[in-house]
């Protein structure tokens, strides 16, 4: 028997279904953005491979915790640390390119 669903629930619903798409639309956007620069192509490549795997780990975090699903947790926890790997990445490479295109000024 499951509990009913109360309104703080389903807005978490709404809101957590809203925050997910906004987040794989950011990085396929950026994704996009990569690969039109040589330089950057082979992270528009990681972009499109991420963005992927958290829409499929994704889907089947909302399946397993829909049925009830002993393993609902973990996966919603592989799916966001899919975006935080890459969010990690493309920071690091962020700074690295700020570090390296400064020049001293002493």
Known sequence: M??????TGAMHI?????SSL??????????????????LRGYGLYS????????????????SV????SIGGLIERITIGGFLQWLFVIALLMYSSR???ESPNS
């Open 48 to 63: 499109f491979i991420s963005v992927a795997a958290v829409f499929l780990t994704g889907g089947f975090a909302a399946y």
């Open 22 to 39: 906004a987040t794989m639309l950011a990085i396929l956007l950026m994704g996009l953005w990569f690969r039109s620069s040589q330089r």
């Open 14 to 18: 709404v809101f957590a279904g809203l």
């Open 66 to 69: 829909a049925n009830q699903s």
């Open 99 to 101: 570090t390296t295109s």
């Open 2 to 7: 499951s509990a009913a669903i109360t309104s």
